[in-house]
Protein backbone atom coordinates (compact mmCIF):
# COMPACT_ATOMS: atom_id res chain seq x y z
CA UNK A 1 0.00 0.00 0.00
CA UNK A 2 1.29 3.50 -1.20
CA UNK A 3 0.82 6.42 1.24
CA UNK A 4 2.08 10.30 0.82
CA UNK A 5 2.63 12.27 4.05
CA UNK A 6 3.90 14.98 4.66
CA UNK A 7 7.45 15.81 6.65
CA UNK A 8 5.89 16.92 9.91
CA UNK A 9 3.55 13.32 9.92
CA UNK A 10 5.83 11.26 8.38
CA UNK A 11 8.87 12.57 11.36
CA UNK A 12 5.65 11.47 13.65
CA UNK A 13 5.85 7.97 12.76
CA UNK A 14 9.27 7.61 13.24
CA UNK A 15 8.66 9.19 16.58
CA UNK A 16 6.62 6.11 17.01
CA UNK A 17 8.89 3.57 15.29
CA UNK A 18 12.07 5.18 17.83
CA UNK A 19 9.48 3.90 20.62
CA UNK A 20 10.19 0.17 20.17
CA UNK A 21 12.74 0.58 17.56
CA UNK A 22 16.68 2.04 16.72
CA UNK A 23 16.27 4.44 13.43
CA UNK A 24 19.22 3.76 11.06
CA UNK A 25 20.16 5.75 8.10
CA UNK A 26 22.73 7.02 5.97
CA UNK A 27 23.58 10.50 7.94
CA UNK A 28 25.97 13.23 7.22
CA UNK A 29 29.16 14.00 9.72
CA UNK A 30 29.85 17.56 9.12
CA UNK A 31 33.59 17.35 9.53
CA UNK A 32 33.61 13.74 10.53
CA UNK A 33 35.92 13.08 6.99
CA UNK A 34 38.99 11.85 6.86
CA UNK A 35 40.40 15.24 5.21
CA UNK A 36 40.79 18.51 6.92
CA UNK A 37 37.37 20.10 6.84
CA UNK A 38 35.60 17.20 4.91
CA UNK A 39 32.18 15.37 5.86
CA UNK A 40 31.32 11.78 5.94
CA UNK A 41 28.24 10.15 5.31
CA UNK A 42 28.16 7.03 7.22
CA UNK A 43 25.22 5.11 9.08
CA UNK A 44 24.04 6.49 12.35
CA UNK A 45 20.58 7.18 14.20
CA UNK A 46 18.10 9.23 13.44
CA UNK A 47 15.19 10.64 14.75
CA UNK A 48 13.71 12.96 11.60
CA UNK A 49 13.83 12.34 7.75
CA UNK A 50 15.41 15.55 7.72
CA UNK A 51 18.66 14.01 8.87
CA UNK A 52 18.87 11.33 6.37
CA UNK A 53 21.18 12.20 3.51
CA UNK A 54 19.17 11.09 0.62
CA UNK A 55 20.81 13.07 -2.19
CA UNK A 56 24.81 11.33 -2.09
CA UNK A 57 25.69 7.52 -1.59
CA UNK A 58 27.22 7.33 1.85
CA UNK A 59 30.59 6.35 2.32
CA UNK A 60 30.24 3.18 4.24
CA UNK A 61 27.69 0.68 4.32
CA UNK A 62 24.94 -0.17 7.11
CA UNK A 63 26.43 -3.96 7.78
CA UNK A 64 28.26 -2.62 11.18
CA UNK A 65 24.39 -2.55 12.63
CA UNK A 66 24.39 -6.72 11.37
CA UNK A 67 28.31 -7.48 12.19
CA UNK A 68 29.29 -4.44 14.37
CA UNK A 69 32.65 -3.57 13.96
CA UNK A 70 33.57 -4.80 17.77
CA UNK A 71 31.06 -6.95 19.50
CA UNK A 72 31.35 -8.58 22.65
CA UNK A 73 30.29 -12.36 22.81
CA UNK A 74 30.76 -12.89 26.53
CA UNK A 75 32.42 -12.26 29.76
CA UNK A 76 34.32 -14.51 31.82
CA UNK A 77 35.91 -14.78 35.36
CA UNK A 78 37.83 -17.65 36.83
CA UNK A 79 34.66 -19.84 36.66
CA UNK A 80 32.14 -18.50 35.20
CA UNK A 81 31.52 -17.24 31.48
CA UNK A 82 28.42 -14.46 31.06
CA UNK A 83 26.52 -14.65 27.47
CA UNK A 84 26.78 -10.78 26.29
CA UNK A 85 23.34 -8.91 25.89
CA UNK A 86 21.78 -8.44 22.74
CA UNK A 87 20.13 -5.29 21.97
CA UNK A 88 16.84 -4.44 23.58
CA UNK A 89 15.46 -2.75 21.00
CA UNK A 90 14.77 -3.72 17.67
CA UNK A 91 16.38 -1.56 14.40
CA UNK A 92 14.40 -0.18 11.15
CA UNK A 93 17.61 0.26 8.62
CA UNK A 94 17.53 2.83 5.89
CA UNK A 95 19.42 1.39 2.66
CA UNK A 96 19.59 1.60 -1.14
CA UNK A 97 19.22 -1.28 -3.51
CA UNK A 98 22.66 -2.48 -3.80
CA UNK A 99 22.65 -2.66 -0.26
CA UNK A 100 19.44 -4.71 0.40
CA UNK A 101 21.22 -6.91 -1.82
CA UNK A 102 24.04 -7.27 0.28
CA UNK A 103 21.50 -8.55 2.73
CA UNK A 104 20.85 -11.56 1.07
CA UNK A 105 24.85 -12.19 0.83
CA UNK A 106 25.03 -11.56 4.72
CA UNK A 107 22.47 -14.38 5.85
CA UNK A 108 24.11 -16.97 3.11
CA UNK A 109 27.54 -16.57 4.83
CA UNK A 110 26.08 -16.17 8.43
CA UNK A 111 22.96 -18.40 8.07
CA UNK A 112 23.27 -21.03 5.15
CA UNK A 113 26.83 -21.48 5.13
CA UNK A 114 26.69 -24.12 7.36
CA UNK A 115 25.33 -24.00 11.27
CA UNK A 116 23.80 -20.90 11.88
CA UNK A 117 25.72 -17.78 13.46
CA UNK A 118 23.89 -17.03 16.83
CA UNK A 119 25.26 -13.51 17.38
CA UNK A 120 24.59 -12.65 13.81
CA UNK A 121 20.78 -14.13 14.21
CA UNK A 122 19.72 -12.26 17.47
CA UNK A 123 20.69 -8.91 15.47
CA UNK A 124 19.34 -10.07 12.41
CA UNK A 125 15.74 -11.51 13.87
CA UNK A 126 15.29 -7.94 14.71
CA UNK A 127 15.95 -5.75 11.92
CA UNK A 128 13.54 -4.47 9.39
CA UNK A 129 14.62 -2.66 6.03
CA UNK A 130 12.95 0.19 4.11
CA UNK A 131 14.27 0.69 0.73
CA UNK A 132 15.77 4.29 -0.49
CA UNK A 133 14.45 4.52 -4.24
CA UNK A 134 17.36 6.10 -6.39
CA UNK A 135 16.34 8.52 -9.33
CA UNK A 136 19.74 8.10 -10.70
CA UNK A 137 23.26 6.71 -10.16
CA UNK A 138 26.05 8.01 -8.51
CA UNK A 139 29.46 7.96 -10.75
CA UNK A 140 31.11 4.47 -9.83
CA UNK A 141 28.14 2.56 -9.22
CA UNK A 142 27.48 -0.79 -11.45
CA UNK A 143 24.54 -1.99 -9.85
CA UNK A 144 22.87 -2.68 -13.06
CA UNK A 145 25.18 -4.76 -14.60
CA UNK A 146 24.86 -6.82 -11.26
CA UNK A 147 21.49 -7.50 -11.31
CA UNK A 148 20.71 -5.50 -7.95
CA UNK A 149 19.41 -2.08 -9.00
CA UNK A 150 16.37 -3.33 -8.06
CA UNK A 151 14.81 -5.18 -4.97
CA UNK A 152 11.62 -5.83 -3.42
CA UNK A 153 12.70 -7.30 -0.54
CA UNK A 154 11.64 -4.49 2.02
CA UNK A 155 9.41 -4.05 4.90
CA UNK A 156 8.43 -0.41 3.56
CA UNK A 157 10.25 1.85 0.72
CA UNK A 158 10.87 6.12 1.61
CA UNK A 159 11.46 8.51 -1.21
CA UNK A 160 11.45 12.03 -0.30
CA UNK A 161 9.56 14.97 -2.99
CA UNK A 162 9.95 18.13 -1.44
CA UNK A 163 7.78 18.41 1.73
CA UNK A 164 6.25 15.00 0.90
CA UNK A 165 7.56 11.49 1.65
CA UNK A 166 6.15 8.44 -0.16
CA UNK A 167 6.10 5.38 1.14
CA UNK A 168 5.49 1.73 -0.01
CA UNK A 169 4.31 -0.69 2.98
CA UNK A 170 4.47 -4.58 2.64
CA UNK A 171 4.97 -4.35 6.57
CA UNK A 172 1.07 -5.60 8.03
CA UNK A 173 2.24 -4.01 11.68
CA UNK A 174 2.71 -0.39 10.07
CA UNK A 175 -0.65 -0.08 8.29
CA UNK A 176 -2.44 1.48 10.91
CA UNK A 177 0.27 3.80 11.70
CA UNK A 178 0.99 4.88 8.18
CA UNK A 179 -2.98 5.03 7.34
CA UNK A 180 -3.74 7.97 10.63
CA UNK A 181 -0.81 9.54 9.36
CA UNK A 182 -0.82 9.75 5.69
CA UNK A 183 -2.76 12.62 3.43
CA UNK A 184 -2.94 10.67 0.56
CA UNK A 185 -3.38 6.69 -0.51
CA UNK A 186 -2.21 5.68 -3.37
CA UNK A 187 0.32 3.23 -5.35
CA UNK A 188 4.04 4.23 -4.64
CA UNK A 189 6.65 2.85 -6.89
CA UNK A 190 10.28 3.31 -5.15
CA UNK A 191 12.43 4.61 -8.01
CA UNK A 192 15.55 2.37 -9.35
CA UNK A 193 17.96 3.20 -11.83
CA UNK A 194 18.07 1.79 -15.50
CA UNK A 195 21.90 2.54 -16.35
CA UNK A 196 24.97 3.53 -14.96
CA UNK A 197 27.88 5.39 -15.49
CA UNK A 198 30.47 2.93 -15.00
CA UNK A 199 29.86 -0.53 -16.98
CA UNK A 200 31.28 -4.12 -15.52
CA UNK A 201 31.10 -7.18 -17.38
CA UNK A 202 32.83 -9.99 -15.55
CA UNK A 203 33.48 -13.87 -17.53
CA UNK A 204 31.24 -16.59 -17.02
CA UNK A 205 34.60 -18.81 -18.24
CA UNK A 206 36.68 -17.61 -15.21
CA UNK A 207 39.15 -20.70 -13.66
CA UNK A 208 41.67 -21.17 -11.29
CA UNK A 209 44.38 -20.60 -14.26
CA UNK A 210 43.12 -16.35 -13.77
CA UNK A 211 45.75 -17.13 -10.52
CA UNK A 212 48.82 -17.16 -12.90
CA UNK A 213 47.92 -14.03 -14.68
CA UNK A 214 50.62 -10.82 -14.65
CA UNK A 215 47.28 -8.49 -14.33
CA UNK A 216 48.26 -9.00 -10.05
CA UNK A 217 51.59 -8.00 -9.98
CA UNK A 218 50.61 -3.93 -10.61
CA UNK A 219 48.93 -4.11 -6.79
CA UNK A 220 52.06 -5.31 -5.41
CA UNK A 221 53.20 -1.96 -5.37
CA UNK A 222 49.98 0.37 -5.92
CA UNK A 223 47.74 -1.31 -3.10
CA UNK A 224 49.31 -0.03 0.52
CA UNK A 225 46.81 -2.45 2.15
CA UNK A 226 45.29 0.02 4.51
CA UNK A 227 41.58 -2.24 4.17
CA UNK A 228 39.60 0.69 3.32
CA UNK A 229 37.65 -1.12 0.71
CA UNK A 230 37.41 -4.10 3.12
CA UNK A 231 35.46 -1.56 5.79
CA UNK A 232 33.33 -0.07 3.43
CA UNK A 233 32.12 -3.08 1.35
CA UNK A 234 28.91 -4.09 2.63
CA UNK A 235 29.60 -7.83 1.64
CA UNK A 236 33.16 -8.26 3.49
CA UNK A 237 32.42 -10.23 6.11
CA UNK A 238 35.57 -11.26 7.70
CA UNK A 239 36.30 -11.34 11.36
CA UNK A 240 38.76 -12.01 13.97
CA UNK A 241 38.23 -12.61 17.73
CA UNK A 242 39.96 -11.15 20.56
CA UNK A 243 39.95 -12.14 24.07
CA UNK A 244 40.50 -8.46 26.57
CA UNK A 245 41.77 -9.36 29.46
CA UNK A 246 41.10 -6.84 32.59
CA UNK A 247 44.02 -4.74 33.87
CA UNK A 248 42.77 -5.23 37.82
CA UNK A 249 42.48 -9.18 37.37
CA UNK A 250 44.36 -11.04 34.89
CA UNK A 251 41.91 -13.69 34.84
CA UNK A 252 39.07 -12.18 34.23
CA UNK A 253 37.55 -10.11 31.01
CA UNK A 254 35.58 -10.58 27.49
CA UNK A 255 35.91 -12.13 24.50
CA UNK A 256 34.95 -9.87 20.98
CA UNK A 257 34.32 -10.33 17.37
CA UNK A 258 36.11 -7.75 15.43
CA UNK A 259 36.09 -6.63 11.79
CA UNK A 260 39.15 -8.12 9.68
CA UNK A 261 40.81 -7.36 6.31
CA UNK A 262 41.77 -9.62 3.91
CA UNK A 263 44.22 -7.08 2.53
CA UNK A 264 45.95 -6.41 5.73
CA UNK A 265 49.20 -7.93 7.15
CA UNK A 266 48.54 -10.84 9.82
CA UNK A 267 45.49 -11.25 8.19
CA UNK A 268 46.86 -15.07 6.82
CA UNK A 269 49.48 -15.40 9.87
CA UNK A 270 49.03 -18.91 11.06
CA UNK A 271 50.42 -20.80 14.26
CA UNK A 272 54.70 -21.32 13.38
CA UNK A 273 54.97 -17.95 12.11
CA UNK A 274 54.28 -18.64 8.64
CA UNK A 275 51.97 -16.12 6.48
CA UNK A 276 50.40 -16.67 3.19
CA UNK A 277 49.40 -13.84 0.98
CA UNK A 278 52.23 -11.78 1.85
CA UNK A 279 51.88 -9.75 -1.47
CA UNK A 280 49.70 -7.32 -2.07
CA UNK A 281 48.90 -8.46 -5.48
CA UNK A 282 48.00 -11.97 -4.34
CA UNK A 283 45.45 -10.40 -1.79
CA UNK A 284 43.52 -8.46 -4.31
CA UNK A 285 43.59 -11.50 -6.16
CA UNK A 286 42.15 -13.08 -3.85
CA UNK A 287 39.73 -10.42 -3.14
CA UNK A 288 38.61 -9.93 -6.62
CA UNK A 289 37.91 -13.42 -7.07
CA UNK A 290 36.04 -14.20 -3.89
CA UNK A 291 33.75 -11.08 -5.02
CA UNK A 292 33.13 -12.80 -7.97
CA UNK A 293 34.04 -16.26 -8.49
CA UNK A 294 34.66 -18.26 -5.30
CA UNK A 295 30.98 -17.38 -3.18
CA UNK A 296 29.29 -17.58 -7.12
CA UNK A 297 30.48 -21.04 -7.58
CA UNK A 298 29.18 -22.26 -4.38
CA UNK A 299 25.84 -20.15 -4.16
CA UNK A 300 24.71 -19.29 -7.82
CA UNK A 301 25.47 -15.53 -7.53
CA UNK A 302 28.18 -13.15 -7.34
CA UNK A 303 28.78 -11.56 -4.14
CA UNK A 304 29.59 -8.08 -5.33
CA UNK A 305 26.63 -5.39 -5.20
CA UNK A 306 28.31 -3.28 -7.29
CA UNK A 307 27.82 -0.08 -5.20
CA UNK A 308 31.39 0.87 -6.12
CA UNK A 309 32.25 1.88 -2.46
CA UNK A 310 35.55 0.39 -2.88
CA UNK A 311 36.51 2.58 -5.82
CA UNK A 312 35.63 6.02 -4.33
CA UNK A 313 37.77 5.24 -0.94
CA UNK A 314 40.85 3.77 -2.26
CA UNK A 315 43.58 6.72 -1.05
CA UNK A 316 45.83 5.11 -3.84
CA UNK A 317 43.13 5.20 -6.86
CA UNK A 318 42.64 1.78 -7.63
CA UNK A 319 39.53 0.66 -9.31
CA UNK A 320 37.98 -2.59 -8.47
CA UNK A 321 35.58 -2.19 -11.16
CA UNK A 322 38.55 -1.26 -13.82
CA UNK A 323 40.01 -4.69 -12.29
CA UNK A 324 36.50 -6.75 -13.18
CA UNK A 325 37.04 -5.41 -16.90
CA UNK A 326 40.43 -6.87 -17.29
CA UNK A 327 39.74 -10.26 -16.17
CA UNK A 328 38.72 -11.49 -19.81
CA UNK A 329 41.97 -10.17 -20.95
CA UNK A 330 43.72 -12.22 -17.95
CA UNK A 331 41.78 -15.41 -19.07
CA UNK A 332 43.21 -15.02 -22.48
CA UNK A 333 46.61 -14.25 -21.27
CA UNK A 334 46.75 -17.92 -19.07
CA UNK A 335 45.03 -19.45 -22.04
CA UNK A 336 47.98 -18.80 -24.70
Known amino acids: MGYHLTLEKANDVFKQWSEENVIY ?45 SETLFFFTED ?9 KGAIVLLRSCDLHSVKRLDEIYLHNGPEDYYYKRLRDKVKFV ?15 MGTNESKDYDASLERKGDTVCIDNKN ?40 NSTMWDEYDSRCINCGRCNF ?37 DVAGGGSYRKKNGQRM ?52
Open 172 to 211: NDWEDLLSANSSCIEEVVPAHVTETMTRVSIPENITLDIF
Open 131 to 145: LIGCESAFDSCFCVD
Open 25 to 69: APKRFVGGGAFSDTDVIRYGEVQKVEEIELNEKSDFSFKEILIPL
Open 232 to 268: SCPTCTCFTMQDIFYTDNGKVGERRRVQASCMVDGFT
Open 285 to 336: RFKVLHKVYDFKKRNGYHMCTGCGRCDDVCPEYISYSKILNKLEDAIQEVSK
Open 80 to 88: EVKEADSPK
